[in-house]
Each structure stands twice: as structure tokens, then as C-alpha cells.
């Protein structure tokens, strides 16, 4: 499936984003999703350095952890990158990505916006809630390929969804 997220039209993209809403989002489910996403870092991808986090679009950040030793700064700052992305045009940081990919464009020409402060990698997903119309923040992943990163976000949140509905 890692490479089959290239061949996915962005409709295709988005209604893949639209399927992984919450029924509530609050300090401790960010700490069960984190929790979950170490879990499953370590599972899946055991060598791995990696950093796993759940920010707010306040900018609070709820969860932040390093898995595995070998993390580094520059891993911090993707995350704020791509965190940046998906606050400010809403869909996950790889759907942006992908977009740019089809213009042939990058993300200053097309976003007028910096590539120190915006990243269109993989790795950041919305979090929405079934309440609430707009993204109350944003599980963010650095330390694998981008759509590695993408994809295990995605499927923490769909273990999660899938755990929170028995």
C-alpha cells in the first residue's frame, strides 16, 4: 500500500481523510492516540527513530514523543512544518503535497507561502471531530518516508476509531 498512496487522485485522498473523524477529542484522547501511534511505531517500524505528535491549532501541544533513539531537532522542526500545512489549508500535509506534484509547482509559487515555515511531506493528518466543522488539530509524524509517515498516521487513527466504537 506504500506506494499505491502516489496513485490515489486527491478526491480519492480526501475522502480517505473524511473517513477518520472523531466522536471527541479532548486531552486525554490525544493521550491514548500518542500512546497508540508508540505502540504501533514500535510494532511496525521497531528501528526506526521517530517522532510522534498531536498539536492543537491553538498551538498547544498535547502529545510529543520520540520512538526509538536517532530523533533529532530537524525532526521537530518537519513536524511544525507540516503541522503548519494542515492548519493553515486544512487537508493533511501529503494531500498537499500530491496537489503541488500535479502543478508542478512548489509550495511558495503555488501557497505564497515560505518552505521553512510549510511542508507539503507527508506525515500530518486534521483531526476532526463528528461535533464540530473545523480541525481541532493535527497527528503529525516525522522520521519515515513521507508516505510512510502518512500512511501510519492514518492507521492510528482508524485503530483508534475502530477501538473507541466497541
Excluded: C
Aim: proline share 1%.
Amino acid at each position: 500500500m506504500t506506494h499505491e498512496i502516489y496513485s490515489k487522485s486527491l478526491q480519492e485522498l480526501s475522502k480517505l481523510e473524511e473517513k477518520h473523524v472523531l466522536k471527541s477529542f479532548n486531552s486525554e484522547v490525544a493521550w491514548e492516540l500518542g500512546s497508540l501511534g508508540r505502540q504501533l511505531s514500535q510494532e511496525l517500524h521497531s528501528s526506526k527513530a521517530i517522532v510522534i505528535d498531536i498539536t492543537l491549532t491553538s498551538g498547544q501541544t498535547l502529545f510529543h514523543s520520540a520512538v526509538s533513539s536517532g530523533t533529532a531537532y530537524d525532526n521537530d522542526n518537519w513536524v511544525k512544518r507540516k503541522y503548519n500545512t494542515v492548519f493553515r489549508f486544512g487537508k493533511s500535509s501529503f494531500y498537499i503535497g500530491q496537489k503541488l506534484r500535479q502543478k508542478g509547482k512548489s509550495i511558495e509559487e503555488a501557497m505564497f507561502v515560505s518552505s521553512k515555515e510549510f511542508a507539503s511531506h507527508g506525515g500530518s493528518v486534521p483531526l476532526r471531530v463528528v461535533s464540530n466543522e473545523f480541525i481541532v488539530g493535527a497527528l503529525t509524524i516525522s522520521g519515515l518516508a513521507q508516505e510512510e509517515d502518512h500512511l501510519l498516521a492514518l492507521q492510528i487513527l482508524q485503530k483508534y476509531i475502530a477501538k473507541s466504537q466497541d
